[in-house]
């Protein structure tokens, strides 16, 4: 085998079965190697920041990476958007990086880079390959690093001549999966702070799992404690009757308000909450280092400390599922509220919803709090341009499930060429654009600033209606069926047939 095919070999051994791939030059070995050793699914993308999106959505469904194949430090520096929202989602990805024949490098080619350096800024566990013998070797350690502490971005870089070279026959066994521990003396600590003092459990990772949320409900019904997750989730089970979980406000100024009536704030698999910008004479952190007690970091066993925690606490074996209905179905004109509840009660049972709807979809999250069992994700990292890609990962991992992308227009306008992947590879994806024509976090800034009259300039730079984004020739023109509505019922039933059909569909909700 010549080096690219022992790396697609080690790859198949580690258990990757996708690639998302926006290859050039210094990858077509590995390219050719994924014919020449079959047991790994390529999927073209048409710009790297859907590829290493895709990666996203599909290891936060899986935990699984994928893999990303990339051109030189450009075509990594282009996917770093969606590498830094990974990293924040704690998700596992891997990517693979052609580097220059190492020949070719001394006589510095315009496209060299310094890989590394770039790779750092995202990457937990960086690597260079040095020669074919040992990239087998290599992408094995890279694997292992990407699953570390339950994920992590990994990176590895390949030579071209490295690519090319006899690399024997050898592939390292699979390596097992890392073990996850938690500490017994965090569980006494926060046992201890149920018992005595009002309490709130800020669940993350695993712990918004249906197991953990499960977990956590019974350990709130023993002790009066509260629910709580942070304003940006990597992925969180939802509705069928799963016990309610608040989410703390995005402003630090209303998520302060809520978590100072709270003497402890137990975490379990996130971490102690910090603002999303630094406001003047507003703490970074929204609770107080004396608040908050640790019960699993991101990094540790989260269902296993909350397992503890609930014998620990005498928690009931069952508590009654939460009961509600769904929105009622609005009239009218569109608006933030109602695109939200006409999604929330026409979404299907087990779909997954990828939510980058931002100020759109603010009413979202409890408009769907008594849909039926939903997965839901959201942008993490807050680098916006996540939704397309992401929800074009999750169709991957999960082909058997529908895929919402309810996304807003100043969002979705950055990584439209995820519509195309979604065409070529038929993916059940409807996306929900919620246009309100403007970066209306912008706006709603300004406001929060005591600026009422901005001045032209400033008014520019938050609006997307000179021109307007035509989303159905967006859509369309990268093979995606698309329409436009402004009306409650228009959507309603738009949404209704896009839901009852298969494959990628667009609908642009215009917002009065």
């Not at 990805?93 to 080619?109: C, K, M, Q, R």
């Not at 992590?152 to 050898?170: N, P």
């Not at 046992?191 to 800020?202: D, E, F, P, Q, W």
């Not at 849909?371 to 992401?390: K, Q, S, V």
Request: glycine letters at 10%; one cysteine or more; a negative charge.
């Amino acid at each position: 085998m010549n080096g690219a095919e022992a790396l697609v070999a080690a790859a198949i051994s580690e258990g990757i079965e996708v690639c998302f791939a926006n290859p050039g030059t210094t990858e077509m070995p590995l390219v050719l190697a994924l014919d020449a050793v079959p047991g790994i699914r390529g999927i073209l993308c048409l710009h790297e920041n859907v590829a290493t999106g895709a990666a996203d959505g599909y290891g936060r469904m899986t935990r699984n990476p994928a893999m990303c194949l990339l051109h030189l430090g450009p075509g990594l520096a282009n996917g770093l958007t969606n590498l830094h929202n990974a990293k924040r989602a704690f998700t596992p990805v891997l990517n693979v990086i052609g580097e220059h024949a190492s020949w070719h490098l001394p006589a510095d080619p315009l496209l060299a880079t310094h890989i590394e350096w770039i790779a750092r800024t995202v990457s937990d566990y960086v690597k260079e390959n040095l020669g074919a013998t040992t990239v087998a070797m290599d992408l094995a350690g890279a694997v292992e690093g990407a699953r570390q502490n339950g994920g992590r971005v990994a990176t590895l870089t390949v030579a071209h001549d490295s690519q090319l070279g006899d690399a024997g026959t050898a592939i390292p066994a699979r390596r097992p999966d890392p073990v996850k521990t938690f500490s017994s003396g965090n569980v006494i600590h926060a046992a201890k702070a149920l018992a005595t003092s009002r309490c709130a459990i800020l669940l993350g990772a695993e712990g918004l799992s249906a197991e953990g949320i499960e977990l956590a409900g019974r350990i709130a019904a023993a002790t009066d404690a509260d629910l709580l997750c942070d304003s940006f989730f990597a992925r969180m089970e939802r509705g069928g009757g799963l016990p309610h979980v608040a989410k703390v406000p995005y402003f630090p100024d209303e998520a302060i308000a809520l978590l100072q009536r709270y003497k402890h704030v137990i975490v379990a698999g996130t971490r102690r909450p910090v603002a999303f910008f630094g406001y003047p004479g507003i703490p970074s952190h929204v609770i107080t280092e004396a608040q908050a007690i640790t019960l699993a970091s991101p990094l540790e066993d989260t269902l296993g400390a909350l397992g503890a925690l609930a014998v620990e606490v005498n928690a009931p074996g069952d508590i009654a599922p939460e009961s509600g209905t769904r929105p009622d179905m609005p009239s009218g004109p569109l608006d933030a509220q109602s695109v939200a509840a006409i999604i929330a009660r026409q979404q299907p049972e087990n779909c997954i919803m990828m939510d980058e709807a931002l100020t759109v979809g603010v009413h979202y999250f409890e408009a769907s709090r008594h849909a039926p069992r939903f997965t839901h994700l959201m942008l993490t990292g807050g680098a916006i341009g996540e939704g397309p890609g992401a929800a074009t990962g999750a169709a991957i991992a999960c082909p058997d499930r529908k895929v919402i992308n309810f996304q807003s227009d100043g969002c979705g306008a950055y990584s439209v060429q995820a519509f195309w992947t979604q065409a070529r590879e038929n993916l059940d994806v409807v996306t929900v654009i919620g246009s309100n024509r403007s970066y209306n976090i912008l706006n709603v800034e300004l406001q929060r600033a005591g600026i009422t009259e901005p001045g032209p300039i400033a008014q520019s730079m938050a609006g997307l209606d000179k021109p307007f984004l035509d989303w159905v020739k967006i859509g369309e023109g990268f093979g995606v069926p698309s329409v436009a509505v402004d009306t409650a019922d228009d959507l309603a039933r738009e949404l209704d047939k896009a839901l009852a059909g298969k494959g990628p569909r667009l609908i642009e909700a215009i917002m009065a």
